[in-house]
């Protein structure tokens, strides 16, 4: 909803760009920056990891989407809170995703148990494992992209969450994870650090937009952006309390500390192969902006 929003406002336009970005699936979205030829993108902690050790001279420099995904049991499940997720059937929709990668280190990181190894799991389609779940009882938990998780979270006679990637690390470590930071190609943003800055203001303008017309974004964009009928209300709340999305500002050394152990547990996990040096990959505002003053 923020590109969808924010290029219809004219947000980039007025920081005299010619921004139009493109709406992929899922599979073209990952790859868009080693392979689609693109100079910038979004990029997930786990990609950057796996792209960087084959070669890629990817930097990421901003923040993006907060990890709204969670972790949901039936509403009347024995399940209180995330210890009691283990040696159950835990439906998930992929553990090599950035969701699934994610979800893992955080409570590998916070709880001290590995949810893929403690469980029996069952791998499947978001929609389809609301349905096991809710329809078929056929699996205890299960771990939610953000179009599902805005409906568990729309259907509180349904289901309740047991875990709130956002809420959790933003108590552990005071920040929220980012699911998909700004990513470039080192060469493009050496190069164009003003407009790295240009798309970052634009993104801002986006977000201010959001929260303060929440409504009528999520009713003129929210089903382009896979909100059902039905669900937009808990849509408008996270959006107007901020959870979406972390301030540009707020993209300091402090924040990239609380990534960087998500990055070091994945590692821990095995669930990327080593962790990449932080000091060639990841820059904070400060630094993208005096790269534009040098």
């Known amino acids: 909803m923020h590109f969808l929003a924010g290029t219809d406002e004219g947000f980039w ?4 760009l010619n921004f139009n970005p493109d ?8 790859n868009a920056l080693p392979d689609g030829g693109n100079d ?5 902690y786990n990609n950057l990891a796996q792209y960087t050790q084959a070669g890629e001279e990817l930097v ?4 993006c989407i907060t990890q709204i995904n969670s972790i949901f049991v039936p509403v009347d499940s024995d399940i209180e809170d995330v210890t009691d997720l283990q040696d159950i059937t835990f439906g998930h929709p992929g553990w090599s995703t950035g969701t699934g990668t994610y979800t893992q280190a955080m409570i590998w990181e916070q709880h001290g148990f590995d949810i893929r190894e403690t469980n029996d799991d069952v791998e499947s389609d978001p929609s389809t494992l609301y349905s096991l779940m809710v329809d078929q009882s056929e699996v205890d938990a299960m771990l939610q992209f953000t179009g599902q998780t805005v409906r568990g979270l729309a259907n509180s006679d349904e289901v309740r969450p ?7 690390w933003e108590a552990e470590t005071g920040f929220p994870p980012l699911i998909t930071p700004w990513c470039a190609q080192r060469s493009w943003l050496e190069a164009n650090p003003d407009t790295a800055l240009s798309l970052l203001a634009g993104w801002s303008s986006a977000q201010q937009h959001i929260e303060d017309n929440a409504e009528s974004v999520v009713n003129e964009f929210g089903q382009l952006a896979g909100v059902s009928d039905g669900e937009e209300s808990a849509v408008i709340e996270l959006a107007e309390s901020g959870d979406l999305h972390l301030p ?3 993209y300091t050394e402090e924040l990239i500390d609380s990534q960087w152990r998500l990055v070091e547990a994945m590692e821990d996990l095995g669930s990327i192969e080593t962790v990449p040096p932080r000091e060639d990959h990841i820059i904070s505002i400060d630094e993208l902006r005096a790269m534009a003053d040098e």
């Open 60 to 63: 990421q420099f901003g923040p």
């Open 162 to 168: 047991v875990y709130n990637a956002w809420e959790e």
């Open 248 to 250: 540009v500002d707020d």
């Open 13 to 16: 336009a007025d920081e005299g």
């Open 40 to 44: 910038v993108g979004l990029l997930e």
């Open 23 to 30: 709406v992929a699936a899922y599979g073209r979205f990952v």
